[in-house]
């Protein structure tokens, strides 16, 4: 019963985050811009956490302007990216030159026959059932559908990542060793001075603590 | 968008001081720990004039000058100094 909850808990932890990160580190694709397009778009409470937020005071469905970006890819399936600034917090991408960003991919959109290749850089995932779009973050112009990136960014990213969270179970480590450990004993200690009628009492608080501390 | 910038800052300081806290906490626990065993391992009680929590004391306020813990700024300094750069990356075309 207990192992299935942990696990489940466990599961759900493993999810969101990686949910998080798959969301929000940076993805290429090599794609021919087919066309570029800002289109009056209705962000509604089910989808707006995918967009920029936006600093109006009223409440309800809300009307924006977006750019997007249309992607065909070497094997003609499509992907529709928006081209938004993500502004100074969430993701930190602190891009806020969607403009200029819009004016690149027209300048680089080709036709079917004479495809300009490029590698777009972007967040997020495309979900057409809630009208979600990933933003495109930057574009860059390739001679080849061939070409191969790295992404650097993410291996390095992820690397210090593990780094932290394997300095983050040391520092637990430590602080159960040098601060939780002495208090417990504290504890036990003057527990063991309880008078006679004390004793059960006692007996059931040790083991509390220890079952809090899981030793 | 000013208004953006000074809430993302005020965000980024209140979780690099909650890092930085618990780093420093962390490091001044292993150096508290390691001067303990020194002390056991070197002395006997009653060998050497300094007592135990005197020693242990001049060895952390020592550590407090070093530069191994001065560094620990850095958990403000690098994040920030990312932050510059990745504005730049992003922005300039």
């Not at chain 1, 207990?2 to 599961?11: Q, R, S």
């Not at chain 1, 009056?40 to 937020?53: D, E, G, P, R």
Request: hydrophobic share 45%; aromatic share 14%; glycine share 4%.
């Amino acid at each position: 019963m207990w192992t299935a909850i942990k696990w489940t808990l466990v599961g759900i932890v493993v999810v969101v985050f990686g949910g998080l990160l798959s969301y929000t580190l940076p993805s290429h694709d090599v794609v021919r811009v087919q066309e570029t397009y800002n289109r009056l778009t209705t962000i509604s409470s089910s989808n707006a956490m995918f967009y920029a937020s936006s600093d109006r005071t009223e409440t309800g469905p809300e009307q924006r302007d977006i750019y997007f970006i249309r992607g065909v890819f070497p094997d003609e399936k499509v992907k529709v990216y928006r081209n938004e600034d993500t502004g100074w917090i969430w993701p930190p991408y602190f891009k806020l030159d969607s403009s200029n960003l819009q004016a690149e991919a027209a300048n680089l959109a080709s036709t079917r026959d004479a495809p300009q290749w490029v590698v777009i850089t972007y967040y997020g995932w495309r979900i057409p059932f809630l009208s979600v779009y990933p933003n495109a973050v930057s574009l860059r112009a390739v001679d080849s559908p061939d070409v191969t990136v790295v992404p650097w960014f993410n291996i390095i990213f992820l690397t210090f990542l593990a780094l932290c969270v394997l300095l983050a179970r040391r520092m637990w480590m430590q602080f159960r060793l040098r601060t939780i450990a002495p208090m417990i004993d504290d504890v036990n200690d003057a527990l063991e001075d309880v008078s006679e009628s004390g004793e059960e009492a006692a007996r059931r608080a040790r083991g509390f603590f220890s079952r809090l501390i899981g030793r | 968008m000013l208004f953006g910038l000074l809430r993302g800052a005020a965000l980024a300081l209140l979780v690099s001081t909650l890092v930085y806290l618990a780093v420093s906490a962390y490091v001044r626990s292993l150096r508290r720990q390691k001067l303990e065993q020194d002390w056991d391992v070197a002395y006997r009680p009653g060998e050497n004039p300094e007592g135990r929590a005197e020693f242990i004391a001049r060895g952390m306020r020592a550590f407090r000058k070093s530069l191994a813990y001065r560094l620990l700024w850095l958990i403000y300094a690098v994040p920030l100094a990312f932050a510059v750069v990745t504005v730049w990356v992003m922005n300039h075309q």
